[in-house]
T-cell receptor
Framework: DTGVSQDPRHKITKRGQNVTFRCDPISEHNRLYWYRQTLGQGPEFLTYFQNEAQLEKSRLLSDRFSAERPKGSFSTLEIQRTEQGDSAMYLC?????????????FGQGTRLTVV | DQQVKQNSPSLSVQEGRISILNCDYTNSMFDYFLWYKKYPAEGPTFLISISSIKDKNEDGRFTVFLNKSAKHLSLHIVPSQPGDSAVYFCAAIDETSYDKVIFGPGTSLSVIP
């Protein structure tokens, strides 16, 4: 296990379709985050899991977005009825959860294009 | 309301010279700061961090300075190399909210050979 893995790397979908992304964190990390990055902006926080519990959701996460982390391992992010404004890079990150003084490790991201 | 600001969207530096990237933050509760580096089509990669109890942290060619009273930090890269060309994000950890990372908008650094 060399890092955070995200699948797929790229996704093109038609408006109105549903999409699902997967994130496999570093195996011993119990904290998992989802971020979204659009052009010219830094990554914006979407949601956070501590093990299998989803503890925080950003206001950016509309009702069309849902995330899960069954068994506290991998996580999925689903977007229903995609809109063109959903086009972005979706980043997953994990951290050991041993305190604030540790950095989050990011995956390579999934680039979503809604046409 | 942007809590972490990077007012320079881009910076160009000659190879071998010093690169200085600046960052300001507004939330006085932030206690831990990080710099991430990002290449196109890749996720951010951690570069260097600093705790608020320090005013300087050095790692090889990279040094981060923190002025807590001014809510300002900077990243110095010396000497700059062409491989340093990337987008650099200043970030802070929000300890009041599950230690999530709050990012600035980034500064695109170009190191010219």
């Amino acid at each position: 296990d060399t890092g955070v893995s995200q699948d797929p790397r790229h996704k093109i979908t038609k408006r109105g379709q549903n999409v699902t992304f997967r994130c496999d964190p570093i195996s011993e990390h119990n904290r998992l985050y989802w971020y979204r990055q659009t052009l010219g902006q830094g990554p914006e926080f979407l949601t956070y899991f501590q093990n299998e519990a989803q503890l925080e959701k950003s206001r950016l996460l509309s009702d069309r977005f849902s995330a899960e982390r069954p068994k506290g391992s991998f996580s999925t992010l689903e977007i229903q009825r995609t809109e063109q404004g959903d086009s972005a890079m979706y980043l997953c990150a994990s951290s050991p959860g041993t305190g604030a003084d540790t950095e989050a490790f990011f995956g390579q991201g999934t680039r979503l294009t809604v046409v | 309301d942007q809590q972490v600001k990077q007012n320079s969207p881009s910076l160009s530096v000659q190879e071998g010279r010093i690169s200085i990237l600046n960052c300001d933050y507004t939330n006085s509760m932030f206690d831990y700061f990080l710099w991430y580096k990002k290449y196109p089509a890749e996720g951010p990669t951690f570069l260097i961090s600093i705790s608020s109890i320090k005013d300087k942290n050095e790692d090889g060619r990279f040094t981060v300075f923190l002025n807590k009273s001014a809510k300002h930090l900077s990243l110095h890269i010396v000497p700059s190399q062409p491989g340093d060309s990337a987008v650099y994000f200043c970030a802070a950890i929000d300890e009041t909210s599950y230690d999530k990372v709050i990012f600035g908008p980034g500064t695109s650094l170009s190191v010219i050979p």
